[in-house]
């Protein structure tokens, strides 16, 4: 894992708070969570290579 990931990540999860933190003090708490919910699922679609790797690394070491 590189740290140019974390920083992606750390970048998402700012801009998501921001925006949701915007977007409640407007009144308009349903976007808000569209907006929470999507940042989440994008920051997933993000890890699920990381996460691949991780399980053929296991596969690997036990031999599976």
Do not use: N, P
Not at 3 to 15: A, N, Y
Not at 36 to 41: L, T
């Amino acid at each position: 894992m590189d740290t140019g990931l974390i920083f992606r990540i750390v970048g998402v999860g700012l801009l998501v708070s921001v925006a949701c933190q915007i977007l409640s003090k407007t009144g308009r708490d349903e976007q808000s969570m569209l907006v929470s919910v999507a940042g989440v699922v994008l920051i997933m679609l993000m890890l699920v290579s990381e996460i691949s790797d991780l399980l053929q690394t296991i596969r690997s070491l036990f031999g599976l």
